[in-house]
């Protein structure tokens, strides 16, 4: 091995100084650098070590590196909706995130991504109203032809009593979020 191949190789993570993956590298410090941040990054947001392992491991291009991190760091990332500025409202950035909070809330987004979390729209973002005494309220938003509002409950699915739901309308409508009902549900109407 060449210099250059050492400290590439010394860049990586230990578990991924294989001959495969140092092919991928050519002695590319700069690149060994990337791998490893990326690496650390997909596993600090959940990612199974042991899979993304292999799946790099077994990458034949530097293309497939990326595509495989590209994958893995956005499978996490809800879609981001405009945030008011009330110091109740917390945006829920990540997936893993909505679990934790879905779990606290007692409600069907604490249950683990699988098949279950498929059934909630791609264009759906959440938030959590904190700071009041009702409690606690989750926030659906969904983007169809606009953001709106698409849903609001408290611990356990409950629905939340109108002055809380007012201030939570209130506050999304100064970022131009909607609070209508959906247009598949609009367009039945007709």
Not at 120 to 130: E, I, P, Q, T
Request: hydrophobic residues 45%; glycine residues 6%; contains cysteine.
């Amino acid at each position: 091995m060449t210099r250059r191949d050492w400290a590439a190789a010394l860049a990586l993570p230990d578990c991924l100084v294989e001959k495969s993956v140092l092919e991928l590298m050519a002695g590319n410090e700069a690149r060994a650098l990337a791998v490893r941040d990326l690496w650390n990054l997909a596993i600090d947001q959940g990612r199974d070590p042991s899979n993304l392992r292999r799946a790099i491991c077994t990458a034949t291009s530097m293309d497939a590196v990326e595509l495989i991190f590209t994958r893995s760091l956005s499978a996490d990332q809800l879609p981001e909706a405009p945030v008011p500025s009330a110091s109740q409202i917390l945006p829920i950035r990540t997936k893993r995130s909505l679990m934790q909070h879905g779990q606290s809330m007692k409600n069907c987004m604490g249950r683990s991504f699988g098949a279950g979390f498929g059934v909630r729209s791609r264009n759906d973002a959440f938030f959590m109203w904190l700071g009041d005494p009702e409690g606690p309220a989750m926030i659906r938003l969904t983007y169809d032809i606009d953001w709106r509002l698409s849903e609001v409950k408290l611990t356990g699915n409950a629905r939340p009593p109108d002055i809380l739901y007012r201030r939570i309308v209130d506050a999304f409508s100064t970022v131009g979020v909607k609070d209508r009902p959906d247009v598949s549900d609009l367009l039945l109407a007709l």
